[in-house]
């Protein structure tokens, strides 16, 4: 079936940094794939869409220059929050949609970010 | 605009009772995609079922069931004879046409006591 991975699983930082996530469909080609943010006990809110080679799409709400979102290739696309602020520690899932005829979307294991 | 409702927050069961989980969706797309999914407690998302607006049928798989029912707005999932692995929150969720912008409920957390 198909796969997608994400880099790192885990990762902590301190106040202020950048922490940069990758989302990789492994076997397929995803020119859409989507960002979203979980909190704690809550719900999944889908923050952006990201299409390869074009600006991603955000929610409302939503801040693009804290949330960088590169999609360079139909595998691969990247989530970078800048000056991370405790209030950034999620856990952030993207998801590949399948560029083929079924338009499936898979999702990746997630990212749990902690700031400190 | 789409929504999901899940209005059970948290069930808790007795292995071997049978639960149902409430899912009731608004869209006014015509063509649109229902999903269940189970989150256990390491995060990853396991999908269950993927249902079309144009497939009424229910589903079993094993202990799994799904009800799909237009008229209602609904799209419910029942597991028989509950297991302690069952035990995890679970997500219905509501994509259109092409399976973009997909708006999750908030969940039902499931505890399956032995």
């Known amino acids: 079936g198909a796969v997608v991975s994400q880099h790192p699983s885990r990762v902590i930082c301190k106040s202020g940094t950048s922490v940069k996530i990758e989302c990789r469909s492994l076997?397929?080609?995803?020119?859409?794939m989507f960002w979203y943010r979980q909190f704690p006990k809550q719900s999944l809110m889908l923050m952006a869409t990201s299409n390869e080679g074009s600006k991603a799409t955000y929610e409302q709400g939503v801040e693009k220059d804290k949330f960088l979102i590169n999609h360079a290739s139909l595998t691969l696309s990247t989530l970078t929050v800048t000056s991370a602020h405790p209030e950034d520690s999620s856990f952030y899932i993207c998801?590949?949609?399948?560029?083929?005829?079924?338009?499936?979307?898979?999702f990746g294991p997630g990212t749990r970010l902690t700031v400190t | 605009a789409q929504k999901v409702t899940q209005a059970q927050t948290e069930i808790s069961v007795v292995e071997k009772e049978d639960v149902t989980l409430d899912c009731v969706y608004e869209?006014?797309?015509?063509?649109?995609?229902l999903f269940w999914y189970k989150q256990p407690p390491s995060g990853e998302l396991v999908f269950l079922i993927r249902r079309n607006s144009f497939d009424e049928q229910n589903e079993i798989s094993g202990r799994y069931s799904w009800n799909f029912q237009k008229s209602t707005s609904s799209f419910n999932f029942t597991i028989t004879a509950s297991q302690v692995v069952d035990s995890a929150v679970y997500f219905c969720a509501l994509s259109g046409w092409n399976n973009n912008d997909m708006r999750f409920g908030a969940g039902t957390r499931l505890t399956v006591k032995p």
């Open positions: 869209t006014r797309d015509t063509t649109y995609y």
């Open positions: 998801s590949a949609r399948d560029s083929g005829q079924t338009y499936e979307q898979y």
């Open positions: 076997d397929f080609q995803a020119t859409t």
